[in-house]
């Protein structure tokens, strides 16, 4: 089992950026798929998840900039962040974990830098 990110770069702030992470090795439509982000000197923290029947939950210092969305059919979560700043520069790691269970399954994170 697998899960890889991409998508992360370098980006000016007020711009957007879109991360993918694909799932390998099973199905992940019944798992609910989270972001996680983690900043040089700091704790990771959550970003946004999405549960198997579509609901989302963000981070109040993401809310209406950054959404969250599935593509079951390709085994794929995505976060479309937009209007980024300098702050939500962070290696972003994608997660599933099952209805029941924690965050087990972990992609290898990419990284997203936003310049001034």
Do not use: H
Not at 33 to 47: H, I, L, N, S, T
Not at 72 to 96: F, H, P, W
């Amino acid at each position: 089992v697998q899960l890889q990110a991409s998508g992360g770069g370098l980006v000016q702030a007020g711009g957007s950026l879109r991360l993918s992470c694909a799932a390998s090795g099973r199905s992940f439509s019944t798992y609910n798929r989270a972001w996680f982000r983690q900043a040089p000197g700091k704790e990771r923290e959550f970003v946004a998840s999405i549960s198997w029947s579509g609901v989302t939950a963000y981070a109040d210092s993401v809310k209406g900039r950054f959404t969250i969305s599935r593509d079951n059919a390709k085994n794929t979560v995505y976060l479309q962040m937009n209007s980024l700043k300098r702050e939500d520069s962070a290696i972003y790691y994608c997660a599933g974990r099952t209805t029941q269970g924690s965050y087990d399954y972990w992609g290898q994170g990419t990284l997203v830098t936003v310049s001034s």
